[in-house]
């Protein structure tokens, strides 16, 4: 298997809104959209990140109603101490705080207007 790209797909009530949510306070920029769908990417990410609009007719029966949960999207920073003042001082609400973990991990989070959780992480060990 030869693999050329890598994306992470989102079932969310309101595309635009998480999309401007991702572009305003993470840098994505949109690549491609259309009603029910966009496609965001930053070019220091080896991913992009897709959102559906959920009951989308493109999508299987069995998922067109599911909503994006139980995932983190965790991106990883060069400086969190510095992001988590830039998205408090932008007014983002943290919903994790800042929290050390004994294997070396610090992370907190946010989530976007759909819910969807996003993590900044860096490590210490």
């Known amino acids: 298997m030869q693999v050329t790209a890598s994306a992470v797909s989102l079932t969310v009530d309101d595309v635009a809104a998480s999309s401007a949510f991702l572009c305003r306070h993470f840098g ?22 897709i959102f559906l609009r959920r009951g989308l007719p493109t ?20 400086d969190l101490d510095a992001e988590l ?30 819910g969807v959780i996003v993590q900044l992480v860096d490590w210490n060990g």
């Open 59 to 78: 999508l299987p029966a069995d998922q067109r109603d599911e909503h994006a949960a139980g995932l983190i999207l965790a991106l990883t920073v060069a």
């Open 28 to 49: 994505f920029a949109e690549q491609m959209a259309a009603d029910g769908f966009a496609s965001l990417a930053r070019s220091d990410v080896g991913m992009n990140v």
């Open 85 to 114: 003042a830039r998205l408090r001082a932008e007014g983002v609400p943290i919903t994790m705080p800042l929290t050390v973990e004994e294997w070396g991990e610090r992370a907190f989070q946010v989530r976007d207007p759909n």
